[in-house]
């Protein structure tokens, strides 16, 4: 695979994972994170073992961009997750207390 078909593969893989990351769909974003890995190894090896042309480079900074993009709305997306987990708990926890208080009074 050529460089910049590696590089239109990692882009697209990284759209990908904003997309199931926006949409919530955390099931999904395991299988295209191992994928997207693999991808850009080969992408870094094929840059260090072949001189790259200026619009590949542009195309690599773009990636990294879009990388460090991916990952803010991940964390933003799991501290929200995170968020609402906490909130559940709490009214779990609130609710089981009162069922154990209804049952001592019935």
């Known amino acids: 695979m050529s ?6 593969l990692c882009l697209d893989l990284v759209e990908s994972m904003n997309r199931f990351i926006r949409a919530g769909k955390w099931h999904k ?5 191992s994928e997207y890995s693999c991808a850009f190894e080969q992408l870094k ?3 260090s073992a072949a001189s790259v042309d200026a619009d590949d ?3 690599m900074i773009r990636l990294e961009q879009q990388q460090r ?3 803010r709305v991940l964390s933003r997306g799991l501290k929200e ?3 609402k987990l906490a909130v559940i708990e709490d009214a779990r926890k609130r609710l089981n207390i009162s069922s154990q208080v209804a049952a001592t009074l019935a």
């Not at 974003?29 to 994170?33: G, K, P, Q, R, V």
């Open 3 to 8: 460089t910049r078909q590696q590089l239109s």
């Open 81 to 83: 997750t995170g968020e």
């Open 45 to 47: 090896a094929g840059f």
């Open 57 to 59: 480079m542009q195309t």
């Open 69 to 71: 993009r991916m990952r």
């Open 29 to 33: 974003l395991s299988a295209l994170e």
